[in-house]
């Protein structure tokens, strides 16, 4: 057994306490967990190794935190920075449960969150959408769900326009080519690319003629 001598907060980072075990500096830990030690008391081998296993836990919670703090993420994506950072599976599956009952972490909110930003900032073809969420993790109902409502045409559109002005100077054929092949990188079938630039095009032709 050892006694708790001393508890000690560190200089350097004010969230972390020192403790030491018969007057010597035996380990550190998160505030958060040496919160329930007391000087006098006594630990077993099997009360340290609990310390360390709870540290662990709130060291990958943290990290999880700081990682979903600059942008929503997909359990998947969690998963996959936790396990780079080699925690164990059992400490990942703790650290996403944790995040999902906080509603932190949510599969159907992600994806609706990820398909806003991109028919926001850079459309992209639903079959393209679908592959980036499969990527994400996102299982196929959810993708299926959220898939549903984008209007793959005006998305098309949306992508297209944002680049138009640039082209509508060159002949007809080359402005097609052009259009099509800006599309066509983003995922969007001949059907499509073909309605939207048809639509384009004869805009800017009502427009000379006007």
Request: net charge neutral; hydrophobic share 40%.
């Amino acid at each position: 057994m050892y006694k708790v001598t001393s508890l000690k907060q560190q200089q350097r980072n004010k969230e972390r306490i020192s403790v030491f075990l018969d007057d010597a500096f035996a380990f550190g830990l998160p505030a958060i967990v040496g919160i329930k030690l007391r000087i006098g008391q006594m630990l077993s081998d099997a009360d340290i190794e609990q310390l360390q296993g709870e540290a662990t836990l709130e060291a990958a919670k943290q990290s999880a935190f700081n990682f979903i703090s600059y942008r929503p993420r997909s359990s998947r994506e969690v998963q996959r920075n936790l396990k780079k950072k080699e925690y164990s599976e059992q400490v990942i599956e703790q650290t996403l449960a944790t995040l999902e009952r906080l509603e932190m972490v949510n599969d159907l909110q992600f994806a609706h969150y990820w398909v806003e930003q991109r028919e926001t900032f850079k459309p992209r073809s639903v079959m393209a959408l679908r592959q980036e969420l499969a990527q994400k993790g996102i299982g196929r109902d959810i993708i299926d769900e959220v898939l549903d409502a984008v209007d793959e045409v005006a998305s098309a559109r949306k992508a297209a326009e944002s680049r138009a002005s640039r082209w509508l100077h060159l002949p007809e054929a080359e402005f097609r080519v052009k259009i099509g092949r800006y599309l066509q990188n983003r995922g969007f079938y001949y059907g499509v690319i073909r309605q939207v630039t048809d639509e384009i095009w004869e805009q800017h032709t009502d427009m000379i003629e006007e």
